[in-house]
Structures are given as structure tokens and as C-alpha cells.
């Protein structure tokens, strides 16, 4: 039987009617352009509590000019140039992890403690989008097939091909399906109304190198017996409010509960052991039995059970890896090019190394400094976090 290993809103979008003070929007105007000269994300802050968010030289479609990231743990914000209330100049879009350390109340208390923050006149919120997952622990030999899937006849399917050989962790993507490969993902409907993703999220943590998701799960990353599969509900501005009228944060801790096992009703995973002439009275696979059991309890209830802290310090450590192995392998195609033998690399290496390491700190113009400052500033929300309040 499937095992419930988390559940909980993976993405939450909300716009507010409302505006940026003309300082901030400057600052912002500011910084974008910097960001384009540089081709590089600036550190900047705003707002009467100094924020600290990164600026880049893009904007985001539908008319929103700057976006404004607080980090990994934090929000994407986007902003209009414009200083008219009346206008839904402000969106945010808070982060996964964000949603894993906290539980909704906190992420919505936090939302509204950042719009103070940044100094922005709030009117009201209206919900863009929700995303709620749900991982399993799925028994040996489970397979995705789309010949279980039932949903309505004009909804969309699509599907998701990768390597057969579970230990493989690159994917491929051709447009018809072939002996020996294993179906990775299903995807029923289209944003931005109502969608169900079916997918193989180990394979996606690893891919996407977000390993805090191994510690949610309590599961050791080299583990490839254990095989854990998400199932996301999502519901885009079109499911919300052109269907249930869902819009401000008190729509929507009343009815989404209501729409996702409303959803999980009209989009089904059917067990594949018994053939039925009615579709309708197919029996529900174990998996889908799961879904429906954890959509039924309060929604608003699920988190990961880890502090935001030791997200931080996973993500940390993680960094602190990618950099190694990358040291580890210059330091190894140097000594190739410098002709080292194997006895010179261990005997004499390191300590050449140390030399000609702080002969290039202190000694080349301050090119190792500004190289630091720059990282410092992109890595500015793992090394050196910020409450948001």
C-alpha cells in the first residue's frame, strides 16, 4: 500500500490591488537597469524594513516590470511601475520550500508582514493559484500507465518517457512511446484552469537539486530502492474564480479543500486488475484511494515537520558539495597540465597549492574580492539570512 510520506501547498500565487512607493519603485528601476549592464541579479533592498531581495534585468509577463526574489526560502515578487492603487500592480508567488517549512497561516501572515515590509499599499488579494502535493512511498514494481487514467473526454492528457533502468537519471523525451521505456509522468488538463500531475519525484529531486526534499522524506538519497511518487493538484485563476468564485484568502480556506476533492472525483487512477464494461465503476487503484483519504482531512494542517533553518542548512551543505567536487576536479586536470607525478601530488601539492593560493588573494588586484562579494550577494539567502519581519 502506498505510504503518505508528505502533504502539503506547493505553490501559492496571489495578486493585490495596490501599489510600491515611488522610493522603492525607483530603486527598482535602479537596479534592473544595473542588472542588464552587469548581466547579473543585484542585491538590493526596499521598503521601510530594508528588505533584501535579488532584481533582475527582466520583468514577468503581464505587464509586471520588476521582479524583486527573497531567496529559495523566501517569495518572487513582481512588480508594475506604477503608483495607481486602484491598479493589481503587486503578485507574489511563494516558494516550495517556503510552503514545506510553514504551515499556510504562517506563510499568509508572512505575505502580509512582507507587504508592510516593503512599504506597499495592500487593498485586497485575490488568489491566481494553488498547488497542493502529495509524496508516496510506492510498494516495489509500481508503474505508471496511462491507460489507467479516466477523466473527461476533452481533458488533456500528456505523458513523460524516461529510461526504463531506475538507476539512470537522465531523461528523454520522444513523441512516441518505446518498448523498455518507463512512463515518468502523466498530466491531466491545462493551466491555467485545473491540472493533475502524476510523476516520479525522486528522480525529480535529484534532476532539480532540491535534496531537502530526501530529509521531508526521511530517506537516504542513495536508496534507490525506495521509490517515491507525487501527486499534485493544481488550480489555476480559471478553476478559482470563473468556476468557484474563489478569490480572497477567506474563498480560500473555506472552498479549496472543496476543489481539489472535487477534482480528485473527476480525474482518476484506476486499478489495472479487474476489467470493467463501466469505466465509471472501475475500482480506484490503491494509490488514488490514498489521494482521496489525505484531500479529506484539513488541508491547511500538512507541513514538512522541518524548521526553515534546517532547509537552509541542507540547501547549504548541498552548495558546499557542488563547489567541492568542482575544486576537486581543476585541482586534478591542474596537475595534469602541470606535468605533477603521482608522488609529487602527494607529497608536495597541497602545500604548492596553499602558497600559490594566497599569492593570488593578496597579490592580483582584488579580482579574488570582487569575485567574493559577487557570490556573497548571490548566495546572499543561505549564508546570511534575514528574518522577513
Known amino acids: 500500500m502506498p505510504e503518505l510520506l508528505y502533504a502539503g501547498f506547493d505553490t501559492l ?3 493585490f490591488q495596490g501599489a510600491l512607493k515611488s522610493e522603492s519603485l525607483e530603486v527598482l528601476r535602479n537596479a534592473k537597469d544595473e542588472a542588464a549592464k552587469t548581466r547579473e541579479d543585484q542585491l538590493i533592498e526596499i521598503g521601510p524594513a530594508k528588505v533584501d531581495g535579488h532584481v533582475p534585468a527582466h520583468g514577468m509577463t503581464g505587464g509586471y516590470a520588476f521582479v524583486f526574489d527573497t531567496g529559495f526560502m523566501g517569495e518572487q515578487w ?4 506604477s503608483e495607481d492603487t486602484s491598479r ?7 516558494r516550495a520550500a517556503n510552503l514545506a517549512a510553514h504551515s499556510y497561516q504562517e506563510i499568509k ?4 508582514q512582507r507587504l508592510t515590509d516593503m512599504g506597499c499599499i495592500a487593498l485586497q488579494e485575490s488568489i491566481r493559484r494553488a498547488d497542493f502535493a502529495m509524496d508516496f512511498l510506492m510498494p516495489e514494481g509500481f508503474e505508471l500507465n496511462q491507460d489507467q487514467v479516466v477523466a473527461h473526454s476533452h481533458s488533456k492528457v500528456s505523458s513523460h518517457w524516461g529510461e526504463k533502468n531506475a538507476d539512470s537519471e537522465k531523461q528523454n523525451h520522444p513523441s512516441t512511446v518505446f518498448r523498455g521505456r518507463k512512463l515518468e509522468s502523466i498530466t491531466i488538463g491545462k493551466m491555467p484552469g485545473r491540472q493533475v500531475i502524476i510523476y516520479n519525484k525522486r528522480k525529480a529531486a ?5 535534496p531537502f526534499w530526501f530529509k521531508v522524506w526521511d530517506i537516504d538519497p542513495k536508496d534507490t530502492s525506495k521509490h517515491v511518487w507525487r501527486v499534485e493538484f493544481r488550480a489555476g485563476k480559471k478553476e478559482l474564480k470563473d468556476k468557484y468564485n474563489l478569490r480572497s484568502f477567506k474563498d480560500f480556506e473555506d472552498s479549496i479543500g472543496d476543489v481539489f ?12 486488475g479487474n476489467v470493467v464494461s463501466n469505466i465509471s465503476r472501475a475500482q480506484q487503484h490503491p494509490l488514488w484511494l490514498a489521494v482521496t483519504n489525505t484531500l479529506e482531512r484539513n488541508l491547511f494542517e500538512y507541513r514538512s515537520g522541518l524548521l526553515p533553518g534546517q532547509l537552509r ?5 548541498h552548495q558546499e558539495q557542488v563547489y567541492w567536487q568542482q575544486i576537486q576536479g581543476n585541482l586534478a586536470g591542474l596537475a595534469v597540465v602541470e606535468g605533477l607525478t603521482t608522488d609529487q601530488i602527494r607529497t608536495e601539492y597541497s602545500d604548492n597549492l596553499a602558497k600559490e593560493i594566497e599569492t593570488r588573494i593578496n597579490t592580483q588586484g582584488g579580482r579574488f574580492w570582487e569575485s567574493y562579494n559577487r557570490s556573497r550577494a548571490r548566495l546572499n539567502f543561505i549564508c546570511s539570512p534575514k528574518s522577513p519581519s
Not at 501572515?109 to 502580509?112: L, N, T, V
Open 13 to 15: 500565487e496571489v495578486s
Open 78 to 81: 513582481t512588480f508594475m511601475d
Open 88 to 94: 493589481w500592480n503587486i503578485a507574489v508567488k511563494v
Open 109 to 112: 501572515a508572512r505575505i502580509q
Open 206 to 210: 535529484i534532476e532539480k537539486q532540491t
Open 261 to 272: 476533492c472535487n477534482t480528485a472525483e473527476k480525474v482518476r487512477y484506476i486499478d489495472n
Open 313 to 317: 542548512d541542507l540547501i547549504r551543505e
